[in-house]
């Protein structure tokens, strides 16, 4: 537990991100939860959340972290794609194939987008 929170939304994001940096993930979560509870959240903030929670394990954490984050702002193809992946580890493959089709329709010619769309269909035996 933290004796002391950052009180501005750059501190937050600094120290969030300090935290990812040397991987102390169960720091990250901490304060991205301060993030939501002080109304301090943003779309840095989300993220380093959601990518702490996958790096914890907390799979289920993170669908629905990296979920809001593409509801929030649909036009990024990273977030889809962020969803996609945890979706895809966590064996929910409908909700990993909808993830990477959204994505792609944004960025349609993007290699890594239709590597882990490839990687899906491998892991469900769909082969050409």
Do not use: K
């Not at 109304?39 to 799979?59: I, P, S």
């Not at 954490?61 to 929030?72: G, H, K």
Request: hydrophobic share 45%; charged share 20%; with cysteine.
């Amino acid at each position: 537990m933290m004796d002391a929170f950052p009180e501005t939304q750059e501190q937050l994001i600094a120290d969030m991100w300090q935290a990812h940096e040397a991987r102390a993930m169960s720091t990250v979560i901490e304060l991205g939860c301060h993030a939501r509870q002080q109304g301090l959240a943003c779309e840095r903030t989300e993220w380093l959340l959601a990518v702490a929670q996958q790096n914890q394990g907390r799979l289920g954490e993170a669908i629905s972290s990296f979920r809001q984050l593409a509801l929030r702002w649909p036009g990024r193809a990273s977030h889809w794609n962020n969803l996609g992946v945890v979706a895809r580890q966590a064996g929910d493959d409908s909700a990993a194939e909808e993830a990477f089709t959204r994505a792609l329709q944004l960025l349609p010619d993007d290699w890594e987008l239709h590597y882990n769309l490839g990687l899906l269909y491998l892991q469900q035996r769909r082969l050409l």
